[in-house]
């Protein structure tokens, strides 16, 4: 945990943040509104105490209630990574900023993010499905995302949530295992 990366966090972003800055072992995480991330990512790449130059990773998340988008960064003024989370998007229409101005590899992360979340990342040039088809209507990864029942002898059947549970099929018990072995 590094205490000095959160005072300066705390000290340049503290009318941005919209939380704690919350730290964990070698992680250290600061939330913001989708408006300021261009702003503190442009901070963050380009002031001499921060210097995060490697954007490793861009993913969209669905709490259920809120879209958000979360940044990992990595930085040679910190043996932390810093995670920043663009919290509250709307679920109606979900949009970001793009941090492609700052990382040209954001492009393709920005790109799965639509195309399994529905973000939209305003200002990347090249905002297509990555890969579900063209024309394809629907965000997978969504919480409000479900499946057709493949069991079901009718398209009007019914639909299972995605994450219903089925029992494998032909699995030893461990009395059975016991019996084999004996």
């Known amino acids: 945990m590094d205490a000095a990366l959160k005072r300066r966090l705390e000290a340049r972003f503290g009318d941005r943040l919209t939380g704690p800055v919350y730290q964990r072992h070698d992680e250290t995480e600061i939330r913001i509104g989708p408006g300021d991330v261009p702003d503190v990512c442009r901070a963050l790449h380009d002031e001499p105490e921060f210097r995060f130059r490697l954007l490793a990773d861009l993913a969209g998340v669905d709490t259920g209630d809120v879209m958000q988008v979360v940044y990992h960064l990595w930085g040679e003024t910190s043996p932390d990574w810093l995670r920043i989370v663009a919290d509250g998007l709307s679920r109606d229409d979900p949009r970001v900023p793009s941090v492609t101005f700052l990382w040209q590899g954001a492009e393709w992360m920005e790109r799965e993010a639509y195309d399994m979340f529905g973000i939209t ?7 297509r499905r990555i890969y579900m088809p063209p024309d394809y209507q629907s965000f997978p990864l969504r919480k ?11 398209p009007g059947a019914g639909v299972r949530h995605m994450e219903q549970v089925h029992a494998p099929r032909n699995t030893r018990t461990a009395d059975t295992i016991r019996k084999v072995r004996a």
């Open 121 to 127: 990342f305003e200002g990347n040039r090249d905002l």
């Open 144 to 154: 409000d995302f479900f499946l057709p029942d493949d069991a079901a002898r009718s």
